[in-house]
C-alpha cells in the first residue's frame, strides 16, 4: 500500500501565502512524477503544477509567478509554496504522484485525500 499525506491547506486573506506539502510514504522503490492539482466548487479537476524526479518543472498559466513546487527525494515530499493567493484559488488540492512499488513494474497514479484552500476577499 501506497499512502499520500497531505498537510498545509487552511484560511487566508487575499495576498497571503500557504505552503502545502504531500509525503508519500508505504511500498515504494521508486518515485516518477509529483505534482498539484485542484478541484473548484463547481468544476473540473485542472493540473496546478508538476515536477519530475530531476527538477523539471511545469505550471498552469494561473499559477505562474506565484506558485512555487518542489520536492524533497530524500524524504519523498513534495510542496506547493503559494504566494500572492486570489479568492479564485479557492479549493481542495489534491497531490499526485507516479509511483513505482515493486522493482519491474510500470508507474502507478496514486491520489491524495486532498486538502482544503480557502482565500477569503
Known amino acids: 500500500q501506497v499512502q499520500l499525506v497531505e498537510s498545509g491547506g487552511g484560511l487566508v486573506q487575499t495576498g497571503g501565502s500557504l505552503r502545502l506539502s504531500c509525503a508519500a510514504s508505504g511500498r515504494i522503490v521508486s518515485i516518477n512524477t509529483m505534482g498539484w492539482y485542484r478541484r473548484a466548487p463547481g468544476k473540473q479537476r485542472e493540473l496546478v503544477a508538476t515536477?519530475?524526479?530531476?527538477?523539471?518543472?511545469n505550471y498552469a498559466d494561473f499559477v505562474k509567478g506565484r506558485f512555487t513546487i518542489s520536492r524533497d527525494n530524500a524524504k519523498n515530499t513534495v510542496y506547493l509554496q503559494m504566494n500572492s493567493l486570489k479568492p479564485e484559488d479557492t479549493a481542495v488540492y489534491y497531490c499526485n504522484a507516479q509511483i513505482r512499488r515493486y522493482v519491474g513494474t510500470r508507474y502507478e497514479e496514486n491520489w491524495g485525500q486532498g486538502t482544503q484552500v480557502t482565500v477569503s476577499s
Open positions: 515536477i519530475t524526479t530531476a527538477g523539471t518543472t
